[in-house]
């Protein structure tokens, strides 16, 4: 098969091969040059023609298929599946604005989604993308765990389980709470782990962390109404907020997380046990100050426990429900970063009164307990420990991981970013400590070195701060150590000294 793709020029543009192939193919494909229906060459036929590995080619395959521009099938080939529209084509197109697009009656509701959480949008903690590096790409920015010691054998005896389990029919009769027995080991592991009280009825099992939040959102925040938000925070939050049709309160945080205030909401978003993205651990003050603010005010508070598992050093600390927040506090937890990626599984632990009214919310969405086959798997793997012996695998290997990348940053980095301290969680977070034109320029150079990372910007005491944040969990340590090598060199080419 052959057929030219402007790859080599695009060399010039991009500075890796894989964003050079991406680009290559993409602009082919909107421009119609690559027609809908074109079978692609094979992932061995394109690394051959461009010297490149079949690994990169596959990579950009998988990218393309994930935005929609290739429809990639099994024992057949990859097909371009983009229609290029006529009505754009030609000398305007270049030229066309959304805004010209036909207008659609859709509902205020609509109209504040914002981007798609998916899309890599920089700057107010904003979620990073989740398009992976190639091979021969050093990604900080990119998420996932380590998978190489997931106990796969186990986990897939539980969904088999499931399927031969009990008849559909009677699978139908579950209550969108989630399944019962999930809930009871969820609330025996809370109680142990984290040593928190909650019955099974106050558990309710939703689609990840997530969707919890844009629920718990939709049922608390009117329009116009206010809420408050960590500044920077975790990007979702403020989704979520705006969705709802609400308004956000931008909240300080410091070294110890959120800065309490006497504010005029009645919802708050806060990561105490580790702040996202700072990693910052909110103090025992700051933590009994915000209750007596939500008591006060008879407000809620959202607790996310983002990434509370993975705990370096020492013991976890207490979330604000054990603290005497049951009545006012929403615990918020996540299985994404420690179950295979696909099993998208959160949870949230509600005060009676709220109990209600989120179940109805989630029958109105789906009247059936979300990914219930996962759901039957998890609450068996639980109950038979493999959970929490996964756990402590992952623990023993992102503790490595952890403490080679601090030792790393610190010493190589720490003249050009002030790392915070932090002893959990899956990333390290650091304050750049210089202007914004020094820090694009230390960037552009990384990306040029074959390095990038997650970025997040904050107006702090009246200035305009960039952080950087390093997720490692899917690397090795070899990758690690070439990883921050790489950030190094940027720093010298861009005429930054580490």
Not at 142 to 154: I, M
Not at 242 to 249: N, P, S
Not at 372 to 396: N, S
């Amino acid at each position: 098969m052959h057929f030219h793709i402007p790859y080599h020029s695009n060399l010039e543009r991009y500075p890796t091969k894989l964003l050079a192939l991406y680009h290559a193919l993409r602009d082919s494909i909107v421009e119609g040059v690559l027609e809908r229906g074109t079978r692609l060459p094979s992932t061995r036929e394109l690394a051959s023609a461009y010297g490149l590995s079949r690994g990169t080619v596959n990579q950009v395959y998988e990218m393309l298929a994930a935005e929609g521009y290739v429809d990639c099938r099994t024992g057949s080939g990859t097909y371009v599946a983009f229609r290029r529209s006529t009505r754009t084509s030609g000398a305007g197109a270049a030229a066309a604005r959304p805004e010209e697009a036909p207008a659609y009656p859709l509902s205020p509701w609509s109209r504040r989604l914002g981007p798609p959480p998916g899309e890599p949008v920089h700057g107010g903690g904003e979620a990073p993308s989740s398009r992976p590096g190639s091979g021969a790409f050093i990604d900080f920015h990119y998420f996932a765990p380590d998978l190489s010691g997931f106990p796969r054998e186990e986990w897939n005896r539980c969904l088999h389980a499931a399927v031969r389990g009990e008849p559909a029919a009677r699978l139908m009769d579950e209550p969108a709470q989630g399944w019962e027995p999930l809930r009871e080991a969820i609330a025996q592991y809370l109680r142990r782990a984290r040593g928190l009280a909650a019955e099974p009825g106050q558990i309710a099992i939703t689609g990840g962390s997530v969707q919890a939040i844009a629920l718990l959102a939709q049922l608390l925040i009117g329009p116009g109404e206010a809420a408050v938000v960590e500044t920077p925070s975790y990007g979702g939050f403020r989704r979520a907020v705006r969705a709802a049709g609400g308004r956000c309160i931008d909240a300080p945080i410091d070294g110890e997380g959120i800065i309490p205030a006497a504010w005029d909401a009645r919802v708050l978003f806060v990561t105490p046990t580790r702040q996202f993205p700072t990693g910052a651990v909110l103090s025992l003050e700051r933590r009994q100050r915000l209750l007596e603010w939500a008591d006060a005010k008879g407000a809620v508070i959202i607790e996310d426990d983002y990434d509370s598992e993975f705990r370096h050093r020492g013991k976890s600390l207490e979330p604000l429900r054990v603290l005497g927040g049951e009545e006012r506090v929403v615990y918020v937890g996540s299985f994404t970063k420690s179950l295979l990626p696909p099993t998208r599984l959160g949870y949230a632990v509600l005060p009676p009164p709220l109990v209600e009214p989120f179940t109805r919310a989630q029958a109105l969405f789906e009247p059936f307990p979300v990914n219930l086959l996962e759901q039957k798997a998890l609450a068996a793997f639980m109950a038979g420990g493999a959970y929490e012996r996964h756990l402590r695998r992952m623990k023993r290997s992102y503790g490595r991981k952890f403490h080679l990348l601090s030792e790393l940053v610190k010493r190589e980095l720490g003249s050009l970013v002030d790392w915070t301290e932090s002893d959990a969680g899956l990333h390290l977070f650091g304050w750049w400590r210089g202007g914004e034109a020094e820090y694009r320029a230390f960037r552009s150079a990384g990306e040029a070195e074959g390095v990038r990372w997650s970025e997040t910007e904050a107006e702090l005491g009246g200035q305009r701060r960039f952080g950087l944040y390093l997720n490692f969990p899917h690397l090795t340590e070899e990758q690690i150590r070439e990883g921050v090598r790489r950030m190094v060199r940027g720093g010298e080419r861009s005429g930054q000294r580490s």
